[in-house]
T-cell receptor, first 114, second 113 residues
Framework: DGGITQSPKYLFRKEGQNVTLSCEQN?????MYWYRQDPGQGLRLIYY???????QKGDIAEGYSVSREKKESFPLTVTSAQKNPTAFYLC?????????????FGEGSWLTVV | QQQVKQSPQSLIVQKGGISIINCAYE??????FPWYQQFPGKGPALLIA?????SEKKEGRFTISFNKSAKQFSLHIMDSQPGDSATYFC????????????FGQGTTLQVKP
């Protein structure tokens, strides 16, 4: 099946730890994105990548890092510098980055700080 | 100016009724307005989208109405069904980078049988 796979679905992080969320797509999409969703709020863009080996900060990039070494993969690392990391994280992709390209989302990953 | 304001926050509709969700924006450069539907614990899925050169777009029971002069757009769900119960997000983007979608705060719709 074609789609976007995020793992793990649930993740618990201790204070001071870095954690990495995986995102893989087999849609052959050039652009990939990471969004954060907090309860009762809309989605906010963390990072996005239009091509391999290139990525840009979104609106809330502080405390996060990404890499784009392969077209199909766009992992997100939540670092200890992120003060309030508990949230639902959504990876997405689109064929291109021009306006009108449909953005497809993965099933999301829940991150909880314990 | 980058905000998209969505209302109401929650909505309860009887089965068969019309659900209406409204969004407003400030940035006149926005040129793509999608609506997403999200079920609990799932990622959002594109429902319907419109560009500002048309005033209305209909797909099945879902219609977007767009008022460019008022900088407002709305989603109408006709003959609402319990299966439509979900959270709906409006969004907007500009120019060359669709990925920079600006989302509204979301509306939780409950359709009562």
């Amino acid at each position: 099946d074609g789609g976007i796979t995020q793992s793990p679905k649930y993740l618990f992080r201790k204070e001071g730890q870095n954690v990495t969320l995986s995102c893989e797509q087999n849609l052959n999409h050039d652009a990939m994105y990471w969004y954060r969703q907090d309860p009762g709020q809309g989605l906010r863009l963390i990072y996005y990548s239009q091509i391999v080996n290139d990525f840009q900060k979104g609106d809330i990039a502080e405390g996060y890092s990404v890499s784009r070494e392969k077209k199909e993969s766009f992992p997100l690392t939540v670092t200890s510098a992120q003060k309030n990391p508990t949230a639902f994280y959504l990876c997405a992709s689109s064929r291109g980055s021009s306006s009108g390209n449909t953005i497809y989302f993965g099933e999301g990953s829940w991150l909880t700080v314990v | 100016q980058q905000q998209v304001k969505q209302s109401p926050q929650s909505l309860i509709v009887q089965k068969g009724g019309i659900s209406i969700i409204n969004c407003a924006y400030e940035n006149t450069a926005f040129d793509y307005f999608p609506w997403y539907q999200q079920f609990p614990g799932k990622g959002p899925a594109l429902l319907i989208a419109i560009r500002p050169d048309v005033s209305e777009k209909k797909e099945g029971r879902f219609t977007i109405s767009f008022n460019k002069s008022a900088k407002q757009f709305s989603l109408h769900i006709m003959d609402s069904q319990p299966g439509d119960s979900a959270t709906y997000f409006c969004a907007a983007s500009v120019g060359s980078n669709t990925g920079k979608l600006i989302f509204g705060q979301g509306t939780t719709l409950q359709v009562k049988p």
